[in-house]
């Protein structure tokens, strides 16, 4: 089963692309792909980051869920988190 975070309010996210090299090594893949940033404001941060644990302790994937300007849901894997 695939956990996600769905933002339900506010603009789209704007995702920054990351370029520090600790980014190379959270991917557990021999292919590299495309690592973006997005700051989220949330009421409750630690439980967010929380849930994201919990996921992958399990090896499971947890997304992301939004909707695009022009109002379509879309999805991106959640690699890291912080609060």
């Known amino acids: 089963m ?5 933002i339900i309010e ?3 996210p ?8 600790w980014v190379l ?3 557990d893949s021999p292919k590299m792909g495309q690592y973006c940033r997005h700051r ?5 941060g630690p439980a967010l980051v929380e849930r994201c644990y919990r996921a992958w302790h399990k090896q499971q ?3 992301l869920e939004y909707r695009t300007p022009d109002g379509l849901e879309r999805q ?8």
Do not use: M
């Not at 704007?14 to 090299?21: A, K, L, Q, R």
């Open 61 to 63: 994937t947890i997304h």
């Open 14 to 21: 704007v995702f920054e692309n990351v370029t520090e090299g």
């Open 10 to 12: 506010g603009p789209p």
């Open 40 to 44: 989220l404001r949330h009421s409750n």
């Open 25 to 27: 090594g959270v991917s």
């Open 2 to 6: 695939e956990d996600k975070i769905t």
């Open 76 to 83: 991106t894997p959640i690699v890291a988190a912080r609060y």
